[in-house]
């Protein structure tokens, strides 16, 4: 009786160990639902998506300001946040809060989207900026190189340049405008370069187009209320936890009152039990041991390593059910079969370290604690073996907050705009790398000092440093530009962003400040501004800063009813300074004008170059035309001083258009048009002087303007005509040569002379072109006179001085020959004797190129220029025409009489042959013939005829020629 008694009370002891160490495992569940653990890994999260956020934004800047060249890093600050989100949604399910999330997701994907399409906007955008930088410097180059000069072109490249850094003087859709008449503009444009001048235009307008979007998608990043809607939502989080927390706390009181409970029963069932068999003593160990590790999991094998007992935790952790885990073997847990912790297992020995085990399909890390088991002593010996038994821990959290915390030491260490952390008092605790590069502080210099005791510049005053702090303490956070001293006490602008860190229920802990060297990227954008309104050579204001002082000054002078003035002073003959002398010398020389315009200027005048040598002036102060005239007397006497240009004295003459707001004009375009008619008057009216602005020069300008183009159409609809002058052999009374005479056939304008259109040709660069037609065009006529029998010796073609500029002059004349098939003896080319002191050693080369291929040089109205017989007999040259002011002079003139007798007489001396011009009368053609003129040429013979006409003539022989 009492046995069974004894034995109820064993039972019902077990049962009440049983149920007791039950309720411990059912309450410590419960209690480690939720712990401080859960609260920190949230906040870290939030955090680390608010500092993820603020770097996107940061990196948009950046992106924008061309500070970052790839989205990698945006790209992957992106991708951090969705993930960082999918583990907040984890912890806010976890405390009940499974929507409280949702506004902060939503925010999120609309600034997903706008970082998406501003990715795409600005590599468009960054494209078309780099691509339309280097063609404006590559086209700039060619043009420089030709020579050539496009007004619109040069200020349309600027005003991009100015819109793309965000400094408008118009309108974008003014901009498209000029972008797309540039892109329409053809004429005087080299054809290899309408290709670039088309991309430029093209990404000119993507740059208009795209820039005020990027920025709208820039504003609306940067304004994302995404970190506010994640601050309010960890509110909830915070009062969900708490309630939680409380929940927790009351069950591990609970838990507490059942252990107190369960150790004296223990203790009471150690008393009564002491005397109990061996195996109650076994089991009593056993069930300290499952006690001492009831917080993970418990695995416990036999003496063969069958697993025998396992607690909930355990199955938990190992994804399997507990009763299903008993009998496995040790090996069937850990993947592969193999582990550290087996061969501690098969070795019996204790074992304490990291490995990993099975959860399923997938494996998880875990940290070990484990030992055998070992039976009671007997008899004074071991024990022997029972079997082995451990504990267990998933690791995997710490692993990875333990790599997060490598990665933002990382990140801290690596991190190439300066960071530092202080105190809740501002006092700085750590530094990295980057800060100790900019600043020259190391850590242990910076610690213990405020940031505003370290690195204050002393050029912001109190209320600067008073509304930073005021915004910080109210809204958490502050950046802004500011002005900071390095420890070498040099100064550097700085970027500077300052956010607050607080805990859970908000109190202050620290500030970090992240800012970055910006004083290289200010140095850049002050010079791109500057050589946006600067001329680079003289360092004068350029043409569109002179555009925006003129409109100022006028909008000044409309109100106070007061005129101004404008001059615009160009170099004569400027081109021959670069020529003869090299570009080097002509970049002395306009330095030199820009200095001594300077010299005659007061303050508030304005001088600025707005074109290769051309400079505009703004004259507040000069009210009337008189005033104006007597300034630009005084200009022009400054270039009766020799310029010295490396060594070398060189005299230089200027004209100068002058235009009077608001007589001339009431806007400043009217007014630049106006001007520059008034220059072109003063350079008509034979240089080196001034012309003001009439109305009528307008006129003029405006006839000029539609003559020069339609005489840029006048080859392609063929408008031109050749007509041929005569050349009498002196000795046989017969042609001998004709001279070709270009004319124009216009369809208004009627027949018109060489004199109204070649000088226009000239001016505008056309007369290469004219020229080449004239030539080939004369070239086939002599080879069809041949071909009809006419016996025709020479064709004679005038050249201009300006074809000789030309680098493929030579060129293009034996192409002609060779293409026509005329005899190169039949043709002779004729230039003024001007052009033989233009450029000597060129023309010299050119002449003896022309004559080593049999092609013939005459010299045309010998006597009218520079030039001497002397002079002449150094040049390869045929033939020397004798002008016709000779000519019609020497009936009655003794003097005329002797210089053209002199002439014939010296050039035959010199092998030369002689031709007189403009023989009108028998008397003269009797003088001339008693000279020994050669031909002779005149209305006396015949008027310039058409082609077919020749064959009319009495003086023309028709024979064939001898073949070449």
Known sequence: MKTALSSSRRWLGAALLVLLGAALVVLYVLSSR???????????????IITLDTDINLDVLRLRNRQLRHYDTLAENMRQIEATQADLQDAFVKVGLPYALKRAQDEWQIKSVNLEDFKRQNSVL?????????????????????????????????????????????????????????????????????????????????????????????????????????????????????YKLTQAENYRQVMALF???????????????????????????????????LGEGILSFGPKGILNFTNQRAAILLGQDGEALLGQTAQSLFPDGKSVFLTALTDQRSFEGEGWLKRGETTFPAFFLGGPLQTSKENGKEGSSNGYVTSFRDITAQREASARLRLASRVFDNLSEAMSVTDKKGVIESVNAAFTTITGYTELEARGYTPGQLLGSGQHDKAFYQDMWETLLREGKWQGEITNRKKNGETY??????????????????????????????????????????????????????????????????????????????????????????????????????????????????LARVGGDEFSLLLPDIRSQPDAEALAKALLHE??????????????????????????GEDAETLLKNVDTALYKAKDSGRSTWRCFQESDNDNSLDRLELETDLRHSVAQNELRLYYQPQ????????????????????????????????????????????????????????????????????????????????????????????????????????????LVSNPDRVFGIFTQLRNHGIRIAIDDFGTGYSS????????????????SFVCNMGHETKNRSVTQAIVLMAHAMGMETVAEGVETEEQSLRLKEFGCDLLQGYLYSRPVAPEQILDLPYTEKRKMPAA
């Open 34 to 48: 939720i712990g401080d653990g859960d609260r920190i890994q949230v906040e870290l999260n939030l955090r680390r």
């Open 126 to 242: 960054v494209n078309s900026q780099y691509h339309f930088i280097n063609l404006t410097g590559q086209i700039s180059q060619e043009l420089q190189k030709r020579q050539t000069n496009f007004p619109r072109f040069d200020a349309i490249s600027r005003e991009v340049l100015v819109f793309i850094n965000e400094q408008q003087m118009q309108s974008s859709e003014t901009l498209l405008a000029s972008l797309q008449k540039q892109e329409a503009e053809t004429a005087g444009w080299p054809a290899e370069l309408m290709v670039s001048k088309r991309l430029l235009s093209a990404h000119g307008q993507q740059i208009v187009n795209n820039h005020p979007a990027v920025r709208v998608l820039m504003r609306r990043i940067s304004n994302s209320e995404f970190p506010i809607l994640l601050e309010n939502a960890y509110q909830e989080y915070l009062e969900a936890y708490n």
């Open 728 to 835: 009498i052999d002196a000795r046989t009374g017969v042609v001998y040569g004709v001279e070709a005479l270009a004319r124009w056939q216009h369809p208004i304008r009627g027949l018109l002379p060489p004199n109204v259109f070649i000088p226009l040709a000239e001016a505008s660069g056309y007369i290469d072109t004219l020229g080449s037609w004239c030539l080939r065009t004369a070239c086939r006529q002599l080879v069809a006179w041949h071909q009809e029998g006419l016996d025709i010796h020479r064709m004679a073609v005038n050249v201009s001085s300006r074809q000789l500029s030309s680098p493929v002059f030579v060129e293009m004349v034996l192409n002609t020959v060779e293409e026509t098939g005329i005899p190169p003896e039949c043709l002779e080319l004729e230039l003024t004797e001007s052009s």
């Open 639 to 664: 270039f009766d001083i020799p310029f010295n240009l490396h060594g070398r004295e060189v005299f230089v003459s200027a004209s100068i258009g002058i235009a009077l707001y608001p007589v001339d």
């Open 493 to 606: 602008d700085a970027w500077l962003s300052i956010t607050s860190l607080t805990d859970e229920n908000g109190d202050l802990l620290h500030y970090i400040a992240l800012f970055s060297d910006i004083s290289e990227r200010k140095r850049i954008e002050a010079r791109i501004h500057h050589l946006a309104y600067h001329d680079p050579l003289t360092k004068l204001a350029n043409r569109l800063q002179f555009i925006e002082r003129l409109e100022k000054h006028m909008h000044e002078s409309r109100r106070s009813s007061r005129p101004l003035t404008i001059m615009q002073l160009d170099l004569d003959r400027f081109k021959y300074i670069n020529d003869s002398l090299s570009h080097a010398a002509g970049d002395v020389l306009l330095k030199s004008v820009a200095q001594r315009l300077l010299r005659m200027l007061h303050e508030g005048d304005i």
């Open 259 to 293: 252990a107190f409970l369960m150790i004296v029963v223990i203790a009471l069932g150690i008393r009564r039990l002491r005397q109990a068999a061996a195996d109650l003593a076994r089991n009593h160990a056993l069930l300290n041991n499952i006690t001492d590790h």
């Open 869 to 884: 017989l002397s002079y002449l007999s150094r040049y390869p040259v045929d033939v020397v025409k004798v002008d016709q």
